[in-house]
């Protein structure tokens, strides 16, 4: 994963969004919390592909918006929770 994220420039975080939007797929089929491997001619070739990037990038833009946008709503009802004395 670590070197897949050099390849494109990009944090190590982003690559399990694309995985599990089925936009970059992994070798085998490996289990949900086991390490994944990449081919590398197929990473180089996806790294030169101007779409490719475009709608990896709205992915992962977008899920992170999504966790974001929970993770606000978490915070609101805990502090609405505290402002009530519950």
Same mark, same amino acid.
Do not use: C
């Given at each position: 994963?670590?070197?897949?994220?050099?390849?494109?420039?990009? +944090?190590?975080?982003?690559? +399990?969004?694309? /995985?599990?939007?089925?936009?970059?797929?992994?070798?085998?089929?490996?289990?949900?919390?086991?390490?994944?491997?990449?081919?590398?001619?197929?990473?180089?070739?996806?790294?030169?592909?101007?779409?490719?990037?475009?709608?990896?990038?709205?992915? /992962?833009?977008?899920?992170?918006?999504?966790?974001?946008?929970?993770?606000?709503?978490?915070?609101?009802?805990?502090?609405?929770?505290?402002?009530?004395?519950?």
């Amino acid at each position: 994963m670590e070197e897949t994220a050099a390849i494109f420039g990009w +944090p190590n975080y982003y690559l +399990p969004f694309l /995985v599990r939007a089925g936009h970059l797929k992994p070798l085998g089929k490996p289990a949900q919390n086991a390490r994944k491997w990449f081919a590398t001619i197929e990473i180089e070739r996806m790294s030169q592909d101007a779409d490719w990037l475009d709608k990896a990038i709205r992915i /992962v833009e977008k899920q992170i918006q999504e966790m974001n946008k929970k993770q606000r709503g978490k915070e609101q009802s805990e502090m609405a929770l505290d402002r009530n004395g519950i």
